[in-house]
């Protein structure tokens, strides 16, 4: 059973930074893309940042420029970078990990942006 664990959230003020990681574990197979999404109180989960395994990165058009996805291959890690934080960032930061054609979650870690 592949486990996600989410690290790395917090309080900030706007333009400050924080950086996330996730961690897989459970699994000896090379897991496919990796990402992060969240949700914000009362609204939808929505995608912020993949990351494949050759190295294609796509962001959330309200991220980029501001968030930077990476991922440890062989540690079966990927971080977020968020800079220049605004209040509109205040979420839930959820890690997702495709394997084998599923898709497994974390529990989520709070991000609040204070103005």
């Known amino acids: 059973q592949v486990q996600l664990v989410e690290s790395g959230g917090g309080l900030v003020q706007a333009g400050e930074s924080l950086r996330l990681s996730c961690a897989a574990s459970g699994t000896s197979f090379s897991i496919n893309t990796m990402g992060w999404y969240r949700q914000a109180p009362g609204k939808q989960r929505e995608l912020v940042a993949t990351?494949?395994?050759?190295?294609?990165?796509n962001y959330a058009d309200s991220v980029k420029g501001r968030f930077t996805i990476s991922r440890d291959n062989a540690k079966n890690t990927v971080y977020l970078q968020m800079n220049s934080l605004i209040p509109e960032d205040t979420a839930v930061y959820y890690c997702k990990a495709a394997l084998r054609g599923l898709d497994y979650w974390g529990k989520g870690t709070l991000v609040t942006v204070s103005s």
């Open positions: 990351f494949t395994p050759i190295g294609v990165r």
